[in-house]
């Protein structure tokens, strides 16, 4: 989000735990942004009831795209 920074309008940290950081941000364009890294989300067959939990109920049909995959460190997590 650093390259966003002057475009941030309202940046809530959602939670911090030992496996997971959450987020969501409110860009100036009203455009909402919800990031989950270093979970094991991708990776459940609930991941859609998960998201939508994270996004305070906010439900998937409401939004505009999702963006899941491998790229967080859970499994070198896994390797230690």
């Known amino acids: ?3 966003y920074s002057d475009e941030i309008v309202d940046y809530d940290d959602m939670g911090l735990d030992v496996c997971r950081e959450s987020f969501m941000v409110r860009l100036r364009n009203n455009a ?3 990031g989950q890294t270093n979970s094991p989300i991708v990776y459940s067959p609930k991941w859609p009831i998960i998201i939508e939990n994270l996004a305070r109920g906010r439900p998937l ?3 505009d795209a999702i963006v899941l995959g491998k790229f967080n460190d859970y499994f070198k997590s896994m390797e230690a």
Do not use: G, L
């Open 32 to 34: 909402t942004i919800v």
């Open 1 to 3: 989000m650093c390259q």
């Open 61 to 63: 049909k409401s939004f």
